[in-house]
């Protein structure tokens, strides 16, 4: 399983978007059994495709950075692709087809 690496400022976010061709960015909270449900699924099923990078954000540590992305549920994922949003999903993805569907969007 890839672990997702914790970004904790715009900087740091706007960097991943710039320099990763494919990329998947969650927010949620630690608390949140359904955040940790749907990273979860992320990172077991993201370990498939290598060059996606994955990366969440604490919207406990900086909600700031959800209200500027505009999200005020969790979790929330966005896909990017070579710097363009591609996609978002509000809510919880359970199942692998769902995950992976995410996922295939960024290659």
Do not use: C
Request: charged share 25%; hydrophobic share 40%; proline share 4%.
């Amino acid at each position: 399983m890839a672990e997702m690496d914790k970004l904790d400022s715009k900087q740091e976010i706007d960097s991943a978007i710039a320099n990763n061709q494919s990329f998947v960015l969650m927010f949620t909270a630690i608390w949140s059994d359904v955040g940790k449900l749907t990273k979860s699924n992320f990172e077991r099923i993201g370990a498939k495709y290598p060059s996606v990078y994955m990366a969440w954000v604490s919207t406990d540590d900086h909600p700031e950075l959800a209200e500027e992305w505009g999200f005020t549920a969790i979790p929330a994922t966005v896909a990017y692709k070579n710097g363009d949003k591609v996609d978002y999903f509000i809510g919880p993805q359970y199942s692998d087809e769902q995950v992976e569907r995410f996922i295939k969007k960024t290659l």
